[in-house]
Nanobody
Framework: QVQLMESGGGSVQAGGSLRLSCAASRYTYSAYCVGWFRQAPGKEREGVASINPAGTFPVYVDSVKGRFTISRDNANNTVYLQMNGLKPEDTAMYYC???????????????????WGQGTQVTVSS
């Protein structure tokens, strides 16, 4: 069982930056795919970014490419989502999630993420 805890959310103006962190309780976190997801009010949850266990293959949804960067520090069991150039449409609850299967392809469409954090709110004002 992996317990995940997000932090770093907040309120910023458009064009600002935030860095989200996802800390894991399990030392084998380095063997897991990790993804960031978001859900805005009235909308379905969507995958935002994912990263493979080695941290060498990040994947992004088109709407955040060039603005968001996912990275991981396996020594400290933490995955980050650096968000620059934030837009009002980025406003959502952000969740990190992990899975230990299908780690050769960590895209959120390539398998179910079965460990989830509680979420952290990101609000971007215009």
């Amino acid at each position: 069982q992996v317990q995940l805890m997000e932090s770093g959310g907040g309120s910023v103006q458009a064009g600002g930056s935030l860095r989200l962190s996802c800390a894991a309780s399990r030392y084998t976190y380095s063997a897991y795919c990790v993804g960031w997801f978001r859900q805005a009010p009235g909308k379905e949850r969507e995958g935002v970014a994912s990263i493979n266990p080695a941290g060498t293959f990040p994947v992004y949804v088109d709407s955040v490419k060039g603005r968001f960067t996912i990275s991981r520090d396996n020594a400290n069991n933490t995955v980050y989502l650096q968000m620059n150039g934030l837009k009002p449409e980025d406003t959502a609850m952000y969740y990190c999630a992990a899975r230990s299967r299908n780690t050769w392809n960590c895209h959120w469409n390539a398998g179910n993420y079965n460990y989830w954090g509680q979420g952290t709110q990101v609000t971007v004002s215009s």
